[in-house]
């Protein structure tokens, strides 16, 4: 057994037919240094989501280079790689021209190479195939491993017959084509049943929360503040703490019931943190995502950072559940107070939840209501995480289909 079948059976298993030839990358690809002069090509973005795409498609926020002049150009049917994201499948195999970072790697088929674009597209994005190039690459860190070209060409690859690498292209182009609109339909059908949750919360509250007048200002009827976080390099504030401390990412939860970090006493002196306790809303102040504005319920004693309000609720005026889902409620007017305030991070404020004007009904009927969503709320969350299920299994059913046929394990000119 040569050297060069080893290193790929290592990762498949010895499953590639016997009838295809192996080889190394450096007999098919060769690196192309070739950069733009005056960066006016399409800029190309590398994805292991979606392999190469124009840039201009993307909703990206990092900030762009001033200059593209000397950015490495791209012809259709070069493969890309991002050295530094190759772990992670961020490659492809281009179907236009364009341009790339002057950091990703740039390989063109050799004149004549026995090289399909569309098979080894999947090929390279493959997951045992990546998982080999993850395997060779350099670094310390995962996040710091870099698949260099001197290493990616010397991989082994199989070469099948060019007619096979047609067909199974065409194969995949079909199939996958197939689960892809499956998960998109089910990806609307989650949007749908978002929608309905939203409309059943909203029209179950008896007014909505707004700025305007006409109500009673939340700041009267519930303690509202945040906390902040102890100095990290102070052991006295962490080690061996035991009050539970809390940051925004918990309003991802339905319900908090436990806390990944604690604080000492010292920390909850020293660092005028607050003591909350169960029944208060938290609300999250930051965040560029969903978390700024969403809300959850605390059901344990716990002190919280400077990103995450508490809304502790008077007892006699409010039920907690219900006075939860009146936040939940007021999402999108939280959203639009944070954003007119100009700051993606620390926009929404604890005084902007105490202006908030709010209708309070009365305890029973708050009880009522609450009780109502919760049952209303579930069945819709367990159509929404079955729905959720079956995207996933699409997906691995996507990959592994990929797997199989990229390896020979079906043969793809009987199916056809």
């Not at 590398?46 to 002049?69: F, R």
């Not at 195939?129 to 870099?146: D, N, P």
């Not at 169960?278 to 609300?283: D, F, I, Q, T």
């Not at 504005?293 to 409010?318: K, S």
Request: proline share 6%.
């Amino acid at each position: 057994m040569t050297q060069t079948r080893f290193d790929l059976e290592q990762a498949w298993a010895g499953n590639v037919p016997s009838h295809w030839r192996w080889s190394r990358n450096k007999e098919l690809l060769a690196e192309s240094l070739s950069v733009s002069l005056e960066g006016s090509e399409e800029l190309l973005s590398v994805s292991h989501l979606t392999g190469i795409t124009p840039k201009s498609e993307k909703n990206v926020t990092m900030t762009a280079a001033e200059s593209l002049d000397g950015y490495r150009l791209v012809d259709p049917g070069d493969l890309v790689i991002n050295t530094m994201w190759a772990w992670m499948g961020a490659l492809g195999v281009s179907k236009q021209a364009g341009i790339v970072s002057p950091a990703y790697g740039v390989y063109s088929p050799r004149p004549n190479a026995p090289f399909n674009p569309g098979f080894y597209d999947y090929l390279y994005r493959s997951s045992p195939y990546v998982m080999e190039m993850t395997r060779l690459s350099r670094g310390i860190w995962t996040s710091r491993l870099r698949l260099y070209p001197d290493v990616f060409l010397s991989m082994a690859v199989p070469v099948p017959p060019l007619e096979e690498q047609r067909a199974i292209a065409d194969f995949l182009d079909r199939e996958t084509a197939r689960i892809d609109t499956l998960i998109e339909e089910q990806q609307r059908l989650i949007e749908l049943l978002h929608e309905r949750r939203r409309l059943v919360v909203t029209n179950a509250i008896p007014q909505r929360p707004s700025l305007g007048s006409g109500a009673d200002k939340l700041g009267r009827t519930a303690g509202i503040g945040n906390g902040s976080t102890p100095r990290r390099e102070n052991k006295k504030y962490w080690d061996d703490g035991d009050i539970p401390w809390l940051n925004s990412s918990v309003v991802n939860q339905a319900r908090v019931g436990s806390a990944a970090e604690s604080v000492t006493a010292a920390a909850l002196a020293e660092c005028h943190l607050p003591i909350v306790p169960p029944g208060s809303v938290l609300v999250g102040l930051t965040g560029q995502g969903k978390t700024r504005g969403m809300a959850t319920i605390l059901d344990i004693e716990a002190t919280v950072n400077q990103h995450l309000a508490y809304v502790t609720p008077d007892r006699a005026t409010w039920w907690p559940d219900y006075l939860l889902w009146l936040l939940r409620a007021a999402y999108d007017d939280l959203r639009r107070i944070s954003e007119e305030n100009g700051s993606t991070k620390g926009g929404l404020t604890c005084e902007a939840l105490k202006q908030l004007r709010v209708t309070v009904p009365p305890i029973d009927e708050q009880r009522r209501i609450a009780l109502h969503l919760d049952e209303q709320t579930a069945k819709t969350d367990a159509l929404i995480a079955e729905t959720e299920r079956f995207i996933d299994l699409a997906r691995e059913r996507r990959s592994a289909l990929i797997t199989a046929a990229v390896t020979g394990q079906i043969d793809v000119l009987e199916v056809a």
